[in-house]
């Protein structure tokens, strides 16, 4: 299994992104697509998280109301939109995959294929 996440980038205070993350290798809908991010200084959190099997989406409280994931046409791809950035969503964007559902399997232990960062950049 592959991960590749793209779509970070440079963006006001208030604005938008739409990060993407193209996961190959899955051979079923049975699988996991969840976004973290490491902030400067920080560890690394988990942030929203959908399972594919049943469509479930799941999100931090920080982002809750601003951001949202979804599939994308390709069942390999899926989006995390976010809305009304902010300062403090300035991280490191990673995307990761598992295999069955993400709900009660949030913690970075239980996700076994990660891609490479994406940065985001808010400036206020």
């Known amino acids: 299994v592959q991960l590749q996440a793209s779509g970070g980038g440079l963006v006001q205070a208030g604005g938008s992104l739409r990060l993407s993350c193209s996961a190959s290798?899955?051979?079923?809908?049975?699988?996991?697509i969840g976004w973290f991010r490491q902030a400067p200084g920080k560890e690394r959190e988990w942030v929203s998280c959908?399972?594919?099997?049943?469509?479930?989406?799941y999100y931090s409280d920080s982002v809750k109301g601003r951001f949202a994931i979804s599939a994308g046409d390709s069942k390999d791809t899926a989006y995390l939109q976010m809305k009304n950035l902010e300062f403090e969503d300035t991280a490191v964007y990673f995307c990761?995959?598992?295999?069955?559902?993400?709900?009660?399997?949030?913690?970075?232990?239980?996700?076994?294929?990660w891609g490479q960062g994406t940065l985001v950049t808010v400036s206020s």
């Open positions: 959908l399972s594919r099997a049943d469509g479930n989406s």
């Open positions: 990761a995959a598992r295999h069955g559902f993400c709900s009660g399997y949030l913690s970075e232990p239980n996700w076994g294929y």
């Open positions: 290798g899955f051979t079923s809908d049975y699988y996991a």
